[in-house]
Structure formats: C-alpha cells, structure tokens
Nanobody, 126 residues
Framework: QVQLLESGGGSVQSGGSLRLSCAAS????????MGWFRQAAGKEREGVAT???????DYADSVKGRFTISQGSAENIVHLQMNNLNSEDTGMYYC????????????????????WGQGTQVTVSS
C-alpha cells in the first residue's frame, strides 16, 4: 500500500509563492507518474501538474509558466513550486501517484490514479 504525504500548503497574498512537497512511502512499481491535483470549493477536481518516471512534465494551461513540478532528491518525492499565485489557485491540493503508461493532464480529474494523499490547503488572498 502506497501512502502519500503532502506538505507546504498555507496562506499567501496574491503574487506570492508556495512550495508543496509530496513523499510516497514506497514505489508504485513500473512507470510511475506522480502529480498534483486541486479542488476549489464547489468545483470539480482538476489536474495541475504531473511528472513521469522519465521526468517528463505536463501542466494545466492555467498554471503554465507559474508552476514547476520536479522530482526531489529521491524518486519518491516530488515538489510543486508555485509562483505568482492568484485567487484562482485557492483550493485543496492533492498529491497522486500510480503506475501509468502515459497520462495527459488536459481536462483530467485524476481517475487514473489509485493513490492519493490527504491534501494540503492553499489559500491565496487578493
């Protein structure tokens, strides 16, 4: 059983930055994808960014140029650097992981991922 632990959420003013981290307790096996999804109050969950085992990355259009997903010092750790945050970025951010052959984040809600963290809240005030 893979467990994911997120950290780094908090409250910032518009234009500020936050860095989220996610640590997986064990390898999912095979071609591992790890990613971040978010859900704002009253809205559907949406994909934010993913990173594949080959370190290929994919981003939602709304965060391109502002967010960067990267692998940490170990392959079971990923970070999400979020810069120039705005109120639209407010929500609960969830780390997800699974063994996937490929994944496209555009329009995805993460149904393909079987492992999820508990979430960390990000609040951006204007």
């Amino acid at each position: 059983q893979v467990q994911l632990l997120e950290s780094g959420g908090g409250s910032v003013q518009s234009g500020g930055s936050l860095r989220l981290s996610c640590a997986a307790s064990s390898h999912t096996g095979g071609s591992k994808y790890m990613g971040w999804f978010r859900q704002a109050a009253g809205k559907e969950r949406e994909g934010v960014a993913t990173i594949g085992a080959d370190k290929s990355t994919d981003y939602a259009d709304s965060v391109k140029g502002r967010f960067t997903i990267s692998q940490g010092s170990a392959e079971n750790i990923v970070h999400l650097q979020m810069n120039n945050l705005n109120s639209e970025d407010t929500g609960m951010y969830y780390c997800a992981a699974d063994c996937l052959q490929n994944f496209a984040i555009d329009g995805a809600v993460g149904a393909e991922f079987g492992y999820w963290g508990q979430g960390t809240q990000v609040t951006v005030s204007s």
